[in-house]
Every structure is written in structure tokens, then in C-alpha cells.
């Protein structure tokens, strides 16, 4: 699948009860800068050491450590900080952490799981537009690509008059003649149905023929 569209929600969240003295005041400026630098591996030592030197446990240091986690290109664990997230009794944050849960699924191909990622982010937070422009996108893909699977289970095995026909089209298309090309498999699938197991290449045919039209 190709599906870089979806989007990923890169606040960097840092609660107002984490800044109780200076010394943790200019940890989480650090952690901030070092994130807000894209300097990944670094942020996410900041971020743990504002958890090791003032036991500092927060949903929102979690998401924090899963975007670092997650742009050092570490998503194992980054997904574990951002199931962390989703258990957060801030709606708005717990959504975050699904969504991009999603995200980290959906590269990995597990769409499924991908998708009810995304679903559980619309639970949390119905106004969340990201995490529904991602499920949106997923589940369309998720049905077309069911569609072209039922399709091409469906194709007939093309006959040696259709695979003839075929290549005839394909030099016509070499020699840009795409209308003669159409017009070939057109009258081809009229004698012989398996013809239609080239029928994604009949319709692009279709398509530049009516764009040459215009």
C-alpha cells in the first residue's frame, strides 16, 4: 500500500505541573530544544532523564518520548510510549496516542489493527481531524484494494486470440495510435470474452483516448 498521506500529530506536550523548580524547568527546556531541532536520539535522552532525575511519570511525557522514539526511527518503542498515551484521562491526549499508533501500524502494514487504532482516536476525541482523515483514507484504500483482489480473482485466463489481440494493442500504444489500440481490444472482447482479463489496460485506453479528445 502506498498510503503516505496519513498524517502524523507532532505537538510536543509539556503540562504546566511538570515545571515545579528551576532545575526541571531547564531539563524540559533542553528536551524541548532538542526535539524542536530534530535531534531525535538526544531528545529522547532528555526526555528519559526528566523521568530518572525527577520521577516525573506522566501521560504526556510518554506521547513526548514516543514522537522522539518514533523519528529516531525506533517505532517498537515508540509504540509502547504511545499505548501509554491512550490511557490518558485527557480525551484530547489519549487520542493523540491512538492515532498515531495508527500511523505506526499502518507503516507496517498492519491495517487492521491500523484502523481500529485510528477508530479508538475518533472515540477519544470525535473532533480529532487527523486521526479521521486517517481512518477515511485507510478504510477507502482498505475496500478498493478488496476490490481489485476480488477482481483479479475473478479475471478469465486470456485465450491465445485475446493474448494476440493484446499484443497488437501494445504496438499500436508503442506507435502512440491509442484510439486504433482501443478499437482493437474493443472488437476483440466482442469475439471473445477473456479479453476482459486486460480490462485495466482497456480502460486506461478509455482514458487517454478521452483526454485526447479534449
Do not use: C
Not at 523519528?71 to 484530547?92: C, G, L, M, R
Not at 480490462?199 to 487517454?208: A, K, R, T
Amino acid at each position: 500500500m502506498s498510503w503516505s498521506k496519513v498524517i502524523l500529530s507532532v505537538l510536543l506536550l509539556i503540562p504546566a505541573s511538570w515545571t515545579r523548580d528551576s532545575r526541571m524547568n531547564s531539563a524540559i527546556d533542553v528536551a524541548a530544544e532538542s526535539y524542536a531541532k530534530g535531534e531525535y536520539e538526544q531528545s529522547i535522552k532528555d526526555h528519559l532523564a526528566i523521568v530518572e532525575q525527577f520521577q516525573v511519570q506522566s501521560p504526556e511525557l510518554d506521547y513526548d518520548l514516543g514522537l522522539s522514539y518514533h523519528y529516531a526511527k525506533q517505532d517498537d518503542e515508540a509504540a509502547s510510549y504511545f499505548d501509554k498515551a491512550t490511557i490518558a484521562p485527557n480525551k484530547v491526549l489519549s487520542s493523540f496516542g491512538f492515532n498515531q499508533g495508527g500511523v505506526i501500524l499502518g507503516n507496517k502494514k498492519e491495517y487492521e489493527a491500523a484502523l481500529s487504532k485510528f477508530k479508538s482516536a475518533l472515540i477519544q476525541d470525535p473532533f480529532n481531524e487527523v486521526a479521521r482523515h486517517n481512518y477515511e483514507l485507510l478504510a477507502r484504500w482498505m475496500q478498493r484494494d478488496q476490490e481489485r483482489q476480488n477482481e483479479d480473482q475473478n479475471k478469465p485466463e486470456p485465450s491465445e486470440f485475446a493474448k494476440r489481440k493484446k499484443a497488437e494493442a501494445d504496438r499500436l500504444v508503442e506507435q502512440f495510435r491509442f484510439q486504433d489500440a482501443l478499437q482493437v481490444m474493443s472488437e476483440a472482447l466482442q469475439q471473445d470474452e477473456t479479453v476482459a482479463a486486460y480490462q485495466e489496460f482497456i480502460g486506461s485506453l478509455q482514458e487517454i483516448t478521452e483526454i485526447d479528445k479534449q
